[in-house]
Every structure is written in C-alpha cells, then in structure tokens.
C-alpha cells in the first residue's frame, strides 16, 4: 500500500484528539462550576453512548446541531436521574463548547506519527465535527501545522460517510481516491465511506472490538507505521 499511498487523511476526534478524555475533563469543570452535585463517572458512563447515538442522528440529518447539543445532556441528566432545567442544560451546552478545546489531550504516539508520515506524505483532516470547534482543538494542541487541507462537513453541507464529503476534500488536496488513505474510529463513517468511494482505509479501533470486517485495522496509532 505504501507504494501507491501519497496522502493521508486523518479524522479528528476519536482518532488523533482524545475526545472522550478531554470531554471528561471539560464536564468535571463546568458541571462543579455550575453547583451540579452528580458522580462524575456515572454521569460519563450514560453520556459517551448518549454522544455517539446523537452524532449518528446527526450524520443521518435526523437531529440539528442545536439538538444535538441540548438533547445529548438532557438524556444523559435524565438516564442518571437528576433534575436540571432547560436553561440550565442550555447554559451548560454553550459551556461544554466553550470549554471543550481547552483540554487538549492527544492519544498516545499522535505527534510521533505525524512526524514520521509528514516526510512520506501530503496529510489533511477529513471531519464531522464544528468547524469552529476543530480549529481551535488543533491550534490548541499544536497539530494544525501538519495538515495542508482541513475538510469539516460544515463546509461541504453533508457529513461522512457520504461520498460527496470525502470527493470535496480529495478534490480540495488535489489527490485520487486510489493514492489516498483515510485512517478513523468509526467504521461506518470513516472507514466505509471512504472504502465506497475507493480510498484506502485503516480502521483505528483503539476501544479493541476485535471486529473482523476485512479492513486493516490497528489498535495504537503508532502501529500505522507497518502499513505506511
């Protein structure tokens, strides 16, 4: 694969910024901030699968991003059974964002990666997240620099897995699907998607499900230096 590969393309959260870590850190503060007396763990044990299960109803178009927003922790206060108002999960929803991109944790061996793949190869983001919200995590955790072109659903105005995300950002990098690889989390949006339009794909699965769905897939970042 290394022969033909020219570009890589990375997604962002769940992949090289560590979302869930710095999602943790971010509610210990606005939640003690705000005076919400809850068990921090128990509330993130509801949450993340709550998150996961509004961001596929978000690629979907089934929810929209103020929705997502307000109904991610309106289920998640409810699932642990605490009482907070509209205008507080509101207040809190602007606060999460406020507060998101300044924990800045990267996974284990992301900046050994982008070093070692930045000689070989043309690197670029392909994400769904906010555009606003990407910027700063990369600008704030010093990764920005590595990448020539950054592709947000937000500007295309549809979000992966669907093609016409992932030709913008081949056409934006000026690379052919056959020279490309799109290393992600999630195997419908990241890895499918981008297998349908015929990139290359590299499955991180850094949770270790063992899936055997036929991709490459690897379970450290630093283990994509034996495919690149």
């Known amino acids: 694969m290394k022969d033909r590969i020219k570009h890589v393309f990375f997604d962002l959260d769940h992949t090289l910024w560590d979302f869930d870590k710095n999602s943790g850190l971010t509610f210990e503060k606005i939640l003690r901030t705000n005076?919400?007396?809850i068990e921090l763990s128990a509330f993130l044990e509801v949450y993340?699968?709550?998150?996961?299960?509004y961001w596929k109803l978000y690629r979907e178009e089934k929810v929209t991003k103020p929705a997502l927003r307000y109904g991610r922790l309106k289920e998640a206060f409810d699932a642990v059974?605490?009482?907070?108002?509209?205008?507080m999960i509101n207040q809190l929803s602007i606060a999460y964002i406020d507060h998101l991109t300044t924990f800045n944790h990267l996974f284990e061996g992301t900046i050994d990666v982008l070093n070692y793949l930045r000689n070989k190869y043309h690197l670029h983001i392909i994400t769904n997240g906010f555009e606003e919200a990407q910027e700063r995590k990369m600008k704030n955790a010093n990764i920005r620099e590595y990448f020539k072109t950054i592709t947000n659903s937000e500007m295309v105005g549809v979000k992966k897995p669907n093609p016409k995300i992932f030709n913008f950002a081949l056409n934006s990098a000026n690379a052919r699907p056959e020279e490309s690889v799109m290393i992600g989390d999630s195997l419908e949006a990241d890895i499918e998607g981008a297998h349908n339009i015929g990139m290359e794909t590299i499955h991180f699965d850094y949770r270790n499900l063992n899936n055997a769905n036929g991709?490459?897939?690897v379970t450290t970042l630093r283990s994509i230096k034996n495919y690149l």
Not at 48 to 53: G, S
Request: hydrophobic share 30%.
């Open 35 to 37: 005076g919400i007396d």
């Open 48 to 53: 993340e699968p709550i998150n996961l299960k």
């Open 215 to 217: 991709f490459k897939r």
């Open 81 to 87: 059974k605490v009482k907070v108002e509209d205008d």
